[in-house]
């Protein structure tokens, strides 16, 4: 089975620290995206990637920031946390489809809450 | 922008009946219709997915339907089970992109 890891569950952090979040797969996965979920509003994309050292914005980039040196390992970078940053994060991965035209089956891990204070 | 108008917000059927969810997409190039389950605690799982060519796809209890010149889509499942309590999205997909609708809630009540 497809394993996408979050390094943390829960978080709490001050306003004004840097935060890191870590996502790794194991199934060789080409794509990778971080999430925000927060109520009424679903999930909205915040970075993406598509190969190693590239990486792509969102809907929502501001105030973040991503790094993939491996192909298995996508980082969320928060370099000074503020409390609207205070969300779910979902990390997900995804081996593009043969016509490379949609991202194929998301594979989802458990989420991080973060909580700013 | 584009966006998927996702509805009801929360649902709440007895064990045994239907439920449907519907949705509305925007971005007439989508033409990737996957639905993701999400059980409390866990991220979303994709239970069913449609492509542009098909009207109707169906999976044991699961039913996904798609009408693309109006550009709705819906969720059918039939047969409640408490299990099937969680929150659903629907998400429209073009390239290399994926718009998620707002949530629902399913509740099966027992």
């Known amino acids: 089975d497809v394993k996408v890891t979050q390094s943390s569950r829960y978080l709490v952090k001050r306003t004004g620290e840097k935060v890191f979040l870590e996502c790794v797969q194991d199934?060789?996965?080409?794509?990778m995206f971080w999430y925000r979920q927060d109520p009424g509003l679903g999930l909205r994309l915040i970075y993406f990637?598509?190969?190693?050292?590239?990486?792509e914005k969102g809907d929502i980039p501001e105030g973040y920031s991503v790094s993939r040196e491996k192909k298995e390992r996508f980082s969320l970078i928060l370099e000074s946390a503020s409390t609207n940053q205070t969300s779910m994060y979902l990390c997900a991965s995804s081996f593009p489809n043969r016509d490379r035209l949609n991202t194929g089956e998301l594979f989802f891990g458990e989420g991080s809450r973060l909580t700013v204070l | 922008g584009e966006n998927v108008e996702q509805h009801p917000s929360t649902l709440s059927v007895q064990e045994g009946d239907s439920a449907v969810i519907k949705c509305t997409y925007s971005d007439s190039a989508s033409n990737y219709f996957p639905w993701y389950k999400q059980e409390l605690g866990k991220g979303p799982q994709l239970i069913i997915d449609?492509?542009?060519?098909?009207g109707e796809k169906k999976d044991q209890r699961i039913a996904v339907t798609l009408n693309k010149t109006a550009k709705h889509f819906s969720l059918h499942i039939t047969e409640t089970q408490p299990e099937d309590s969680a929150v659903y999205f629907c998400?429209?997909?073009?390239?290399?992109?994926?718009?998620f609708g707002t949530g629902t809630r399913l509740k099966v009540l027992a």
């Open positions: 990637s598509y190969d190693v050292k590239m990486k």
């Open positions: 199934m060789d996965h080409e794509n």
């Open positions: 998400v429209a997909s073009g390239t290399y992109k994926y718009i």
């Open positions: 449609i492509r542009s060519n098909v």
